[in-house]
């Protein structure tokens, strides 16, 4: 009783504090001096007002919370990339990651090279370089790395695949195909935990664009039995 006393009090004096701010004066604070303290009383006022305020919609108040979020979250990402020197090659291969999700493809690429030459027997590093070329569309400098990602660890399942549509891609199409049969054998003998890249229904389609390209008889019997099991995949439209 006393619990939701007490949250029932947290909520009404939060509801009183909000009725005084302007929560659009909150945002462009938090726009005009980025720092944490800003930022968690916009964010608090913020998510107050997506829910209570009737004079501006929830969906602005969203859209507000929104952009805060990704302007702090650059904040921070600018102050570990200002600081990598300290970091260990694990806390570099993470934030090379932060980077390539958000699409920061050659900032990503001169962190994984930096690794590379301090761990140079780490296949990830190797593989997530291939992945950042390949979303460039240097598919030269993919190539190179996603080699270089199973040699230094033969059962890398996700890197055969993606050096396989790397091959596709450059029309390599006989490379392509024992790639990703060379991937299939091992599947399932990598002992390492390992983000999976393509779903199994992209890596089937993969694979039928690679027995297609290589005239393969197994294409017919894979593409049958692909439009019974996703009948309604996007990939039949194309």
């Given at each position: 009783m006393k619990t939701i006393l007490l949250i029932t009090a947290l909520v009404m004096i939060s509801v009183c504090l909000y009725s005084s701010i302007d929560v659009r004066e909150l945002f462009l604070e938090y726009y005009s001096e980025q720092n944490m303290e800003n930022?968690?009383?916009a964010y608090h006022y913020l998510t107050i007002a997506a829910e209570m305020d009737t004079t501006v919609s929830s969906d602005m108040?969203?859209?507000y919370l929104m952009h805060i979020h990704q302007m702090e979250k650059n904040r921070h990402l600018e102050y570990l990339i200002n600081n990598i020197n300290s970091y260990n090659a694990g806390m570099k291969f993470q934030l090379a990651n932060m980077l390539l999700d958000s699409g920061q493809f050659e900032r990503s690429i001169s962190i994984y090279e930096e690794i590379?030459?301090?761990t140079p027997e780490w296949s990830c590093p190797f593989r997530h370089k291939g992945e950042a070329h390949l979303r460039m569309k240097d598919y030269a400098k993919a190539e190179t790395a996603l080699k270089m990602a199973?040699?230094?660890r033969e059962t890398h399942y996700d890197a055969?695949?993606?050096l396989a549509e790397v091959y596709y891609l450059q029309k390599k199409y006989k490379d392509?195909?024992?790639?990703?049969?060379?991937?299939?054998?091992?599947?399932?003998a990598d002992e390492e935990d390992e983000e999976e890249?393509?779903?199994l229904a992209q890596v089937k389609f993969l694979y039928l664009d690679i027995l297609k390209a290589n005239k393969n008889k197994k294409a017919t019997q894979l593409e049958n039995e692909l439009k019974e099991r996703y009948p309604d995949d996007k990939y039949w439209k194309k």
């Amino acid at each position: 009783m006393k619990t939701i006393l007490l949250i029932t009090a947290l909520v009404m004096i939060s509801v009183c504090l909000y009725s005084s701010i302007d929560v659009r004066e909150l945002f462009l604070e938090y726009y005009s001096e980025q720092n944490m303290e800003n930022f968690i009383r916009a964010y608090h006022y913020l998510t107050i007002a997506a829910e209570m305020d009737t004079t501006v919609s929830s969906d602005m108040m969203y859209f507000y919370l929104m952009h805060i979020h990704q302007m702090e979250k650059n904040r921070h990402l600018e102050y570990l990339i200002n600081n990598i020197n300290s970091y260990n090659a694990g806390m570099k291969f993470q934030l090379a990651n932060m980077l390539l999700d958000s699409g920061q493809f050659e900032r990503s690429i001169s962190i994984y090279e930096e690794i590379n030459i301090e761990t140079p027997e780490w296949s990830c590093p190797f593989r997530h370089k291939g992945e950042a070329h390949l979303r460039m569309k240097d598919y030269a400098k993919a190539e190179t790395a996603l080699k270089m990602a199973v040699k230094t660890r033969e059962t890398h399942y996700d890197a055969y695949l993606m050096l396989a549509e790397v091959y596709y891609l450059q029309k390599k199409y006989k490379d392509a195909l024992t790639t990703i049969e060379k991937g299939f054998e091992i599947n399932g003998a990598d002992e390492e935990d390992e983000e999976e890249v393509y779903s199994l229904a992209q890596v089937k389609f993969l694979y039928l664009d690679i027995l297609k390209a290589n005239k393969n008889k197994k294409a017919t019997q894979l593409e049958n039995e692909l439009k019974e099991r996703y009948p309604d995949d996007k990939y039949w439209k194309k």
